[in-house]
């Protein structure tokens, strides 16, 4: 799960005008997404090859898991957040973002 900051930026402009208040958890996306699918949108967005391979990831002997204690940190839900006014921006949108501001730097 991830947000974009310019998601995050406008959510919290939106809420400091209409002084809505509240706790809201932010992240995305608004559905389920692969972590192959993930990296794959990013290969795919930048016009480059993954570098890595997700099989032979899955495959190896690392444990991708996480432990009991943080079960739930991939499941935060944000519906709260965007029933007042949240919107996530798509995933090739942030990516191609992301990139600028890097190629700035």
Known sequence: QWIDVHDLANF????LE???????NV???STKISLESFGSQ???TLGASPFYSFNALFESEL????????EGIFRVDSSLALSKGLTLSP????????SQW????
């Open 102 to 105: 890097m190629d700035e730097k």
């Open 42 to 44: 990013i290969a795919q």
């Open 12 to 15: 919290t402009i939106s809420c």
């Open 63 to 70: 444990p991708f898991c996480c432990p009991p204690s943080m």
């Open 18 to 24: 209409s002084q809505q208040k509240g706790v809201f």
């Open 91 to 98: 995933l090739k949108d942030s990516i191609g973002r992301t």
């Open 27 to 29: 992240c995305g996306p």
